[in-house]
């Protein structure tokens, strides 16, 4: 699996990575996804949508629970993988590579300085 270093992680085991400039990629970790379990349903937002951090943006069930992953970062939803709603169990085989959830345009990246680097949340969740 191949895995960018630039990635931050928060606390609710979400990874972001900013890409083209002011786009951010938004997914859950492997660790999120193992303690998941296998992924049944996974509810996405609509391109378009204006998010607020710690707002409820994507909805995933699994066979053992329900979760609410909650926005990281305010901005503009420009993407969504559609890719997960035909087949959510593609979030256990690469939740940190092809299985991101939405991408986000947002008009200030210095909120990703409130977020882990990798070393800090293998630390967190070690």
């Given at each position: 699996?191949?895995?960018?270093?630039?990635?931050?992680?928060?606390?609710?085991?979400?990874?972001?990575?900013?890409?083209?400039?002011?786009?951010?990629v938004?997914?859950?970790?492997?660790h999120?996804?193992?303690?998941?379990?296998?992924?049944?349903?996974?509810?996405?937002?609509?391109?378009?949508?204006?998010?607020?951090?710690?707002?409820?943006?994507?909805?995933?069930?699994?066979v053992?629970?329900?979760?609410?992953?909650?926005?990281?970062?305010?901005g503009?939803?420009?993407?969504?993988?559609?890719?997960?709603?035909?087949?959510?169990?593609?979030?256990n085989?690469?939740?940190?590579?092809?299985?991101?959830?939405?991408?986000?345009?947002?008009?200030?990246?210095?909120?990703?300085?409130?977020?882990?680097?990798?070393a800090?949340?293998?630390?967190f969740?070690?």
């Amino acid at each position: 699996m191949q895995r960018e270093t630039s990635m931050k992680f928060t606390e609710e085991h979400e990874w972001l990575r900013v890409e083209d400039g002011d786009v951010v990629v938004v997914g859950i970790t492997e660790h999120a996804a193992e303690q998941l379990g296998d992924v049944v349903f996974v509810e996405l937002p609509e391109v378009g949508t204006t998010v607020t951090k710690d707002e409820e943006v994507v909805v995933i069930e699994s066979v053992k629970a329900a979760s609410d992953i909650l926005a990281p970062i305010d901005g503009e939803v420009v993407e969504v993988n559609e890719a997960l709603v035909d087949e959510p169990g593609k979030v256990n085989d690469d939740p940190e590579g092809e299985s991101w959830f939405f991408k986000v345009k947002v008009e200030d990246l210095s909120v990703m300085d409130d977020y882990m680097d990798e070393a800090a949340y293998k630390a967190f969740i070690g």
